[in-house]
């Protein structure tokens, strides 16, 4: 065996304790005392031909390698034991020993082995004829027909390979490298196979030649077949440690977690995997991510000049469509623009392959030079690079999947805007990095026109609207202001360094630009923005101060001339809540606080299963009380108990006077996560039940995703004990929280809702529909029953019972209406059918 390099220059790795000059001296030292030991006497008995027949044999042996790379460092294992086992029986001793030195000196300076190596090998060969020359002179090693003297020559040959695989060893760990435990399985496995097997065909060759001369005539046959026999053993070597190769780079990757840099990671492991000198990723912009070029190699290079250029020569070969595999420029083959790259890059080969990403361009992957001197890269290397593709591509895609989930965390979904979350990080971010002398300004704008288009146009429009407003903030803020979207119908601006002064000058421009018609479902629509403006630090050094201050001077906004500025007297405006909160028992009592009805059918046969109940109130001075404002008024003070219990009691009452008329309808009523914390919730509602005459089965409880996941709901037994009564539970507004259908297994759940925003663009995205149609189906293999909300044509309807959805609730059906409409609206647009097998009452339907 070999220590294997090229003769070209390399420059001394950073971390080798000794360069290769000071080793090859070590082992020319240790080569002149070996021989002193072994061969004591001079030479004698010299005969040429026997001699020159040994040195082609060594020759024609070193020159069928396997290579083995460790960093820059390569060893090369041959079938030398055959022409060693020839020497020590024709020519002995010294002469062994010079036959060997000028049989592989021959075939490394036909390789081009650089000069250093060439001294150590040939000083390692010295060393191993040596010992194997000293074992022989130990044990009996006599007349060739002795089946001792067999045994004598083979364990002679082993030890020479035996003492010369640690001095290989020790020159890779002396240089830099550190082979551990692999190289030692690369060496035994030959020493233990094929050295015995080289050393019979020696023995047989030997024995035949002391018969007759002509037995070279079979001999070189069988010695040609042991080399190729050799060399196919070295082609399935390598084969294996290339599907090895493969196999450790897919644990590698399976293992890159979700907080570190993953490109980093896989770049890193191709390098280490194919052993190279540097290893370049370029990933195309994505989401809000710019283009990227990540880039491993020795010294710590973070960047080099080609792979990030789109018009580069490699780039393009290798993103060629219909590129079958990667692509094999080196510099012996290269025309001169590929030469030009390749000196671009400083590097004699390159391996590039495209990387599908989820941005719909390709990315681009290349591999410079092979770390060894010896080995470059193959055909098997290509192959092995487009089998580790597989597992680049689906990295990289799991990678921009976690992206798309901490994009879609800190991003509204419909205008692409940052959210309140992300609003927040932002100003904390602004306002820390200079605690003292930063500024910033807020403008909170909220939409004046978009409740009423929802309640007359519908959520589509109002969604159409909401983008028209956001495109008209993005055009007309200044181009280092953040523009954020916040719940509802409400904007966020956030300019950095403005004064309190000059962010009222910009909030004005943008109500101004903003101020403009706009064709929204086929009507020419006015936008209009009301606008609360705070400023840094004059009205808090924190983003939820700064966010609840721009709330209070938006509500000023609202009587005012359109924008107004934080005042602490604005404060005073609060006592609207405070006045609300006070008088939200007596309204329950005087019947402002009403409930409306909103049906739900069947999908496929119309019957009318349920209706939502929601609430109203009707403020004698404030008038209409969004039902977002006082609920969370409620949850605040600790009064949503009783609110829900009064909205439970209206639901149940009406769901009596159906039961009165022998008719089955049931009624749903959502419940606040507050509510579930409550300890006395289970028998509120069984008190409700009971008061009122109605079987659990016709009632459905409502729940946000984020109640039934929370750890101290899920912990307790609240769900169980409300399902023990025989109602039912619903997951409302499904696909908007953070919980899995999967969790859903641990929970007393029965149905889910699909969200309204998901169905909402069902007609007009396939992405939308994608999603409805992996809830319905998801859904169904947990036995859950699904509703679709936000049902407001034909197509959508006819879209979702083709997916198989359970109900349908929307405009389409009917809009929420209050009791006394919702009985006309039965009267004109319903008929009753007889009960269903097993029921015990009748069912109402929805007419054609």
């Known amino acids: 065996m070999t220590l294997a390099s090229r003769a070209r220059a390399t420059p001394r790795r950073a971390g080798a304790l000794l360069p290769l000059g000071v080793i090859a001296a070590a082992g020319v030292v240790l080569a002149a005392g070996a021989g002193v030991l072994a061969f004591p006497a001079a030479p004698t008995d010299f005969r040429l031909v026997p001699f020159v027949l040994v040195v082609a044999a060594f020759f024609a042996t070193d020159m069928v390698s396997l290579h083995v790379e460790f960093r820059r460092q390569t060893w090369a294992w041959s079938v030398s034991e055959l022409a060693l086992t020839i020497a020590l029986v024709e020519v002995g001793g010294v002469?062994?020993?010079?036959?060997?030195?000028?049989?592989?000196?021959?075939?490394?300076?036909?390789?081009?082995?650089?000069?250093?190596?060439?001294?150590?090998?040939?000083?390692?060969?010295?060393?191993?004829?040596?010992?194997?020359?000293?074992?022989?002179?130990?044990?009996?090693?006599?007349?060739?027909?002795?089946?001792?003297?067999?045994?004598?020559?083979?364990?002679?040959?082993?030890?020479?390979?035996?003492?010369?695989?640690?001095?290989?060893?020790?020159?890779?760990?002396?240089?830099?490298?550190?082979?551990?435990?692999?190289?030692?399985?690369?060496?035994?496995?030959p020493i233990g196979v094929v050295a015995p097997f080289a050393v019979c065909v020696g023995l047989v060759a030997t024995l035949l030649n002391d018969r007759t001369h002509w037995a070279v005539v079979l001999i070189a046959p069988a010695a040609v077949a042991v080399i190729l026999l050799f060399r196919r053993f070295a082609e399935v070597s390598r084969a294996g440690q290339a599907l090895e190769r493969i196999y450790d780079f897919a644990r590698q990757v399976e293992q890159i977690r979700p907080d570190t840099d993953g490109p980093l990671q896989i770049v890193q492991a191709v390098k280490e995997l194919l052993n190279a000198d540097k290893v370049a990723l370029w990933l195309p912009p994505y989401l809000d991510e710019p283009p990227r070029l990540v880039v491993a190699g020795d010294g710590g290079v973070t960047w080099y000049d080609g792979p990030a250029d789109p018009e580069d020569v490699l780039r393009q070969r290798a993103l060629t469509p219909g590129s079958a595999e990667p692509v094999l420029v080196a510099a012996a083959r290269a025309d001169a623009a590929e030469a030009a790259a390749l000196a671009r890059r400083g590097a004699q080969e390159v391996l590039g392959a495209p990387v599908a990403t989820a941005a719909g361009e390709p990315g681009y992957l290349e591999v410079c030079d092979r770390r060894s001197d010896v080995v470059s890269f193959s055909g098997s290397d290509r192959s092995a690079l487009d089998s580790m593709l597989t597992h680049v591509n689906a990295a990289i895609r799991q990678q921009q999947l976690l992206t798309q989930i901490r994009y879609d965390a800190d991003h509204d979904r419909l205008t692409g805007l940052p959210n309140r979350q992300r609003l927040a990080v932002e100003i904390d971010q602004l306002l820390e990095a200079d605690p003292v002398g930063a500024r910033a300004g807020l403008v909170l704008a909220a939409l004046g026109n978009h409740t009423e288009i929802v309640d007359t146009l519908g959520h589509?429009?109002?969604?159409?609207?909401?983008?028209?407003?956001?495109?008209?903030?993005?055009?007309?803020?200044?181009?280092?202001?953040?523009?954020?979207?916040?719940?509802?119908?409400?904007?966020?601006?956030?300019?950095?360094?403005?004064?309190?002064?000059?962010?009222?000058?910009?909030?004005?421009?943008?109500?101004?630009?903003?101020?403009?018609?706009?064709?929204?479902?086929?009507?020419?629509?006015?936008?209009?923005?009301?606008?609360?403006?705070?400023?840094?630090?004059?009205?808090?050094?924190?983003?939820?101060?700064?966010?609840?201050?721009?709330?209070?001077?938006?509500?000023?906004?609202?009587?005012?001339?359109?924008?107004?500025?934080?005042?602490?007297?604005?404060?005073?405006?609060?006592?609207?809540?405070?006045?609300?909160?006070?008088?939200?028992?007596?309204?329950?009592?005087?019947?402002?606080?009403?409930?409306?009805?909103?049906?739900?059918?069947?999908?496929?046969?119309?019957?009318?299963?349920?209706?939502?109940?929601?609430?109203?109130?009707?403020?004698?001075?404030?008038?209409?009380?969004?039902?977002?404002?006082?609920?969370?008024?409620?949850?605040?003070?600790?009064?949503?108990?009783?609110?829900?219990?009064?909205?439970?009691?209206?639901?149940?009452?009406?769901?009596?006077?159906?039961?009165?008329?022998?008719?089955?309808?049931?009624?749903?009523?959502?419940?606040?996560?507050?509510?579930?914390?409550?300890?006395?919730?289970?028998?509120?509602?069984?008190?409700?039940?009971?008061?009122?005459?109605?079987?659990?089965?016709?009632?459905?409880?409502?729940?946000?995703?984020?109640?039934?996941?929370?750890?101290?709901?899920?912990?307790?037994?609240?769900?169980?004990?409300?399902?023990?009564?025989?109602?039912?539970?619903?997951?409302?507004?499904?696909?908007?929280?953070?919980?899995?259908?999967?969790?859903?297994?641990?929970?007393?759940?029965?149905?889910?809702?699909?969200?309204?925003?998901?169905?909402?663009?069902?007609?007009?995205?396939?992405?939308?529909?994608?999603?409805?149609?992996?809830?319905?189906?998801?859904?169904?293999?947990?036995?859950?029953?699904?509703?679709?909300?936000?049902?407001?044509d034909e197509l959508t309807r006819k879209l979702l019972t083709e997916m198989g959805c359970d109900k349908l609730q929307g405009f389409l059906v009917s809009r929420p209406l209050p009791d006394e409409r919702l009985e006309s609206w039965l009267l004109a647009r319903t008929g009753v059918r007889s009960a269903a097998p097993g029921a015990q009452h009748r069912r109402l339907f929805v007419r054609a």
């Open 95 to 189: 002469w062994a020993a010079a036959a060997r030195v000028v049989g592989l000196g021959a075939s490394m300076v036909y390789q081009r082995y650089a000069g250093a190596k060439v001294v150590y090998n040939l000083a390692v060969a010295v060393i191993e004829v040596a010992a194997a020359v000293t074992v022989l002179r130990l044990l009996p090693f006599g007349a060739l027909d002795d089946p001792l003297s067999w045994l004598s020559l083979l364990a002679a040959v082993l030890v020479a390979d035996l003492v010369g695989a640690p001095l290989v060893v020790a020159a890779i760990r002396l240089s830099g490298g550190n082979p551990g435990r692999r190289l030692w399985k690369e060496l035994l496995l």
């Open 460 to 792: 589509a429009a109002a969604d159409e609207l909401l983008l028209v407003t956001a495109g008209l903030l993005r055009e007309h803020a200044p181009p280092d202001a953040l523009v954020a979207r916040m719940e509802g119908e409400q904007f966020a601006v956030l300019l950095p360094g403005l004064s309190l002064a000059a962010t009222e000058r910009a909030a004005r421009r943008l109500r101004e630009a903003a101020s403009t018609r706009a064709r929204v479902a086929g009507l020419d629509l006015e936008v209009t923005l009301t606008i609360g403006v705070v400023a840094a630090p004059v009205h808090g050094s924190d983003s939820g101060t700064l966010m609840q201050r721009a709330d209070v001077a938006l509500l000023a906004a609202t009587d005012s001339s359109g924008v107004a500025s934080y005042h602490q007297v604005l404060d005073q405006q609060s006592l609207r809540r405070l006045q609300l909160g006070t008088e939200l028992e007596q309204a329950m009592a005087d019947g402002q606080i009403s409930v409306v009805f909103q049906p739900i059918i069947d999908a496929r046969t119309s019957d009318i299963v349920s209706v939502e109940t929601l609430v109203r109130w009707a403020h004698p001075r404030f008038g209409a009380i969004p039902p977002d404002e006082f609920i969370h008024l409620a949850e605040q003070i600790g009064r949503i108990g009783p609110l829900t219990d009064h909205v439970l009691d209206l639901a149940l009452a009406r769901c009596r006077r159906w039961l009165d008329q022998d008719i089955g309808l049931s009624v749903a009523v959502n419940l606040s996560a507050r509510c579930l914390a409550e300890p006395d919730l289970v028998e509120r509602v069984q008190r409700a039940l009971r008061r009122h005459g109605v079987p659990g089965e016709l009632l459905i409880l409502e729940l946000t995703e984020g109640s039934v996941v929370d750890d101290s709901v899920r912990s307790s037994t609240v769900l169980e004990d409300l399902h023990a009564l025989g109602l039912r539970l619903s997951m409302d507004d499904f696909g908007t929280g953070y919980s899995s259908l999967s969790q859903l297994r641990q929970l007393p759940i029965d149905e889910v809702k699909i969200d309204k925003s998901f169905v909402l663009g069902m007609s007009t995205s396939q992405g939308e529909s994608f999603i409805a149609r992996s809830i319905i189906e998801l859904a169904h293999n947990l036995g859950l029953r699904v509703v679709a909300e936000g049902v407001e």
